[in-house]
């Protein structure tokens, strides 16, 4: 099941970055995170919530990334992360979820969203603790990477 | 809507801290947060979903706290936080959640919730993103500091 979200979660997030913020992200292939952890600096996380299934996403940016798209939508941005880029990452997780959302819908899947939550602090790890496979997607771009990770329990 | 929610969270958290692990917290004056930021290394989280409302909670500790709860339920911790310890936070946010979703049934809100995502990496921040208050509620213990935070939107 976690497999056949990645599309959904992946074109949302490339969709997303593309129009908003005129950013170009080069996806490197999904791969299922075994010990492996995706290290940033400002994350956006979302829990989720269906009949048949419930889990969490989220959205782990570089600092550079993350203010580079920031540069992108507004014409500006801060020198470091602060609550301007936490509420713009917010956005951008809410934004993504809910692109995906509406594609996992023609999958028969009607997710719930609960509200986002956004992490800051340099070098953090987000460990997602659904039962499922943790999907993980790298994200390159010349400002810094990004990560997409999700993972989903069957309910 | 929030403030009414503060009970059912603080007491399931000390309940489960003290029956778990024999750690007694003793919490703080609960808080509407302004600007004010909880700081910690080791964070769990979590979406929460009803008909009249959607929102987040957090828990957050210090890295000393989390270690030392470890050693209460199971005798014996790593020197750091590492995944037996992500575990472990992970488990008891979905505890505490558990525990105050059945108070909060009492209370008229049946909630779905999401699992747990957990988040480490020194001093990082939660930034809650719903749009109602943030609630932050300090609770102190010999061994370090740790913060229950939760917002809510009415949907």
Known sequence: MNVEFINPFLSSMLNVMST?????????????????VAMGDVSGLIGMVSEQAKGSLSITYDASLAIATMKGMVGEAPDSVNE????????????????????????????????????????????????????????????????????????
């Open 84 to 155: 301007e880029i936490t509420d713009l990452v917010g956005e951008i997780t809410n934004m993504v979820t809910g692109g995906a959302k509406r594609m996992l819908s023609e999958k028969g899947f009607e997710f719930d969203m609960a509200t986002p939550v956004v992490v800051s602090g340099p070098d953090h790890t987000i460990h997602h603790k659904a039962k499922g496979p943790i999907v993980i997607i790298p994200l390159s771009s010349p400002h810094g990477k990004a990560y997409i990770e999700f993972s989903f329990d069957e309910s």
């Open 20 to 36: 908003m913020a005129q950013m170009e992200l080069t996806p490197e292939k999904p791969k299922l995170k075994k010990g492996e």
